[in-house]
Structure formats: structure tokens, C-alpha cells
């Protein structure tokens, strides 16, 4: 990846905001070769300049705002809800379809596999998912940046033809290099899906210079194209999940879900019961050992914290070692 932008620096003119037609097809032939999606055409692909730009600024690029309702899960990313805002739109997290009622989401996000907690939907509730946006009209776009770090279970895009029926309107799905090939300083990620929403998002970025540079087109290409590294670094992350995970559960905590994503989401008992985030991210600061408080991802992680496993081996090891201590 490194020797390809290398390759490609000698790149003085503007990048189209489309994308080169080498990156796209890399991006379509990924995603059928490792996830099995169907039926993607070159312009149903868009790069751009890192996922979370992306989903910061997709309600508005969209146009929606005031009146519009964005719906998200109720244990999320806050970029969700920041869109939202910015947008002028009103944010709700909700977990369960009936929730809504009469209420119709213009737009409602999925992140499968989860952040913070790592969950995996199956195949079965996302076409759930999937039809009751289309009778309904609704925008449905899943962050899948998770999807090639799971653990316990095979996360299924939404763009699968086992969900979507095979047939992208209505849909999206944004994908990330971050978390798949340690490219998070690249800034290399893509939307891809129905064709009418890919164009609307492609003529708003045109008019506002969002174009992911050539140099980092040609890298993501190369990513997409090797397989290898993913499958290195995937028992990589494994080795440091396992040591975390046992011990913690052998320091007192109970890990929820978690079968995907690079996070444990954990909860510390506490005489039969859960201890506040707070007091867990204290307890454990006090051990040199930091994770992130549940209630930065919603009023429903109260009583966990987000343990990442992005650590270096030693760090892990020393996390380890010190949970070991408390042990003792």
C-alpha cells in the first residue's frame, strides 16, 4: 500500500470526485469476492475521504433537514446523531421497528458489526430492516467498516442478495479501510449501493471538493486487491482479544455481545450488580488501563465501557498483566 502511493505521488492535477474507474472496480470486485454482493456498477461506487466525513455530512449532501426524521441505534457512534444535528433534521435512536408507530424515518442508520458493542445482525433481521424501509420510502444506509473483523459469527452486508433481495434502491452501505488494513491516516473509505443516491451524494461533493486524492485512490486499490494482510492481521487482533477477554471476565467483568468489532463491551459486577461506566473507567485508569465510558454511546451504556483491542501486543500484554494483578 505504501509502495502504491509512493507510485502515484507524482499526481499534480484534481482528482475526479467519481473516483478512478481502477478504485471503483476494485471496491465492486471486494465486495463480491469476500462478502458475496451482486449486481454493483461502476456507478453505484463512490471513494471518499474517510468514512466519518462521509456520515457526518450524508443527511445534508442528501437534502434533508428540518421536518425529516433520522433514526439510529440506540448504542452508536455519535457521528450519527452530529449529522443529524448539523442537518437541522431530528435524531432518535431506536432499536425496534415498532417503536416508530406512525413516525416515518426519512433516513435510518445500521452499524453491523456494531460500535460500541460489537454486534452482529443476522441476514434474517436485516431484510426485515430492509423492507420495512422500501414500504415506507425510507433512506437505509449501513456503516459496515467492521464487517471483515468478527470473531464469533459471519456478518452479512446489507447489499447481499439474501437481504436486499437483489436490488440496491433505497439502499447504502459505507465501507472503511481503517479498520481492515490499518489505513485510518489514509483516509480511504467508500459508499456504494443504489445509483440514484450515489449520484445525488456525487453531484453535492463535486460542487464542494470532496475528492479523495489520487495518490490515496491508488493505494485503496491496492488494499482491496490483497487479501492477505487481512487474514495476518485478523489473527493478530484475535491473539489480543483473547488475552483481554480472559482477563477480564477473570477480574470481575461480564463482556456483552462482542462477537465482531475491534472492541470488548464489558460490565463490571459489582455484589450481584453492575457498576456505574464511570466508576468502572476510574477503577480500571487507577490500574493504567483505558477504555471508553458506555454513556458516550448512548443512555443505554450506562454500566459498560468499550475496550479496544487496537493496542500494541506489549500494551496488551501489560493490561493484561495488571488486570492479573488485581486478581492476586
Known sequence: MQEA??????????PLTVGRV?????CIDWLERRHGVTGLSLGAVLPVIGSKELIASMPGHLGLGPGDLIAYPELAYPTYEVGTVLAGATPVARDS???FGPEVPAL???NSPSNP?????????????VDWCRE???????????????WETTPVSVLHPSVCGGSHDGI???HSLSKRSNLAGYRCAFVA???ALVGELLAVRKNLGLQMPGPQQVAMQAALEDDAHVVEQHARYAARRAKLREALESAGFRIDHSEASLYLWARRLIDGGDEDCWDTVSWLADRGILVAPGAFYGRAGTRHVRVAFTATDERVDAAVARLGDQRA
Open 97 to 99: 421497528l415498532t417503536s
Open 117 to 129: 458493542t460489537g454486534r452482529v445482525l443476522p441476514a434474517e433481521h436485516l431484510k426485515k430492516v
Open 136 to 150: 415506507r420510502g425510507t433512506i437505509l444506509v449501513s456503516d459496515e467498516c467492521y464487517l471483515e473483523c468478527a
Open 193 to 195: 449501493g443504489d445509483p
Open 22 to 26: 481502477d478504485t471503483r472496480q476494485a
Open 5 to 14: 502511493l509512493r507510485g502515484a505521488a507524482d499526481s499534480p492535477g484534481y
Open 108 to 110: 435510518l442508520w445500521l
Open 172 to 174: 447504502l452501505a459505507v
